[in-house]
């Protein structure tokens, strides 16, 4: 079993629709990021949180909302879908205080297309 | 704007050759930098590192150079092997600890049998 686990792996919705993307993670990492991946633009930082009660937004955090439900996992919500969120979206882990784990460990990814 | 680059969307080469993937950034911050590898349908890999105290890690068949001063740095995978043949980040941060990775576009790998 992976890791970090993502659900959907694929999502087709409609415009207007409220989506989440669910991640959990087995790696006990406190760090859990979202990202999304466009073609040429390479992987854009959404939100990540250091811990529980700790939420940050990245570079892209417009039209997106997260959820850290448990250390274990972090939701990430399109409240009103809108055409340009078709991407591929990745949650990620590290754990540089804890296990040591600095690098980002990622999961499969959630494919979404807005129509 | 983005600060890590890399300005080649794609590279073929010769399977036994030496692959060259370079990556430019522009924050004179960043000090730890990283080499994702992602293959299709599957989320992107950790596969090596740099801090900017050093200026070349290896790792069996991958080391990475790191030019500061000209804020360039080099993925080179030697020998190159057909099952290397994936999309490649690089990414950098301004600390081991930091809470933000920046990635760049990727580079598409072939290696031709």
């Known amino acids: 079993d992976a890791d970090v686990t993502q659900t959907p792996r694929n999502r087709i919705t409609k415009t207007g629709k409220r989506i989440m993307l669910e991640c959990s993670q087995t790696k006990g990492h406190d760090r859990m990021y979202w990202y999304r991946q466009d073609p040429g633009l390479g992987l854009r930082l959404i939100y990540y949180s250091f811990d529980v009660k700790d939420i940050n937004k990245g570079e892209i955090s417009d039209g997106y909302s997260v959820s850290r439900q448990a250390q274990a996992k972090f939701s990430l919500s399109l409240e009103s879908a809108i055409p340009n969120q078709t991407a591929l979206y990745f949650c990620a882990t590290s754990d540089p205080a804890g296990t040591g784990d600095w690098e980002l460990f990622f999961g499969e990814g959630s494919r979404l297309t807005v129509l | 704007d983005q600060q890590v680059k890399q300005n080649s969307p794609s590279l073929s080469v010769q399977e036994g050759r030496i692959s060259i993937l370079n990556c430019d950034y522009t924050?004179?911050?960043?000090?730890?930098f990283l080499w994702y590898k992602k293959y299709p349908a599957e989320g992107p890999t950790f596969l090596i590192s740099?801090?900017?105290?050093?200026d070349k890690n290896e790792d069996g068949r991958f080391t990475v150079f790191l030019n500061k001063s000209a804020k360039h740095l080099s993925l080179h995978i030697v020998p190159s092997q057909p099952g290397d043949s994936a999309v490649y980040f690089c990414?950098?941060?301004?600390?081991?600890?930091?809470?933000?990775?920046?990635f760049g576009t990727g580079t598409s790998l072939t290696v031709i049998p």
């Open positions: 740099i801090s900017s105290i050093k």
């Open positions: 924050n004179s911050m960043f000090d730890y």
């Open positions: 990414a950098a941060s301004a600390s081991r600890t930091g809470n933000q990775f920046y």
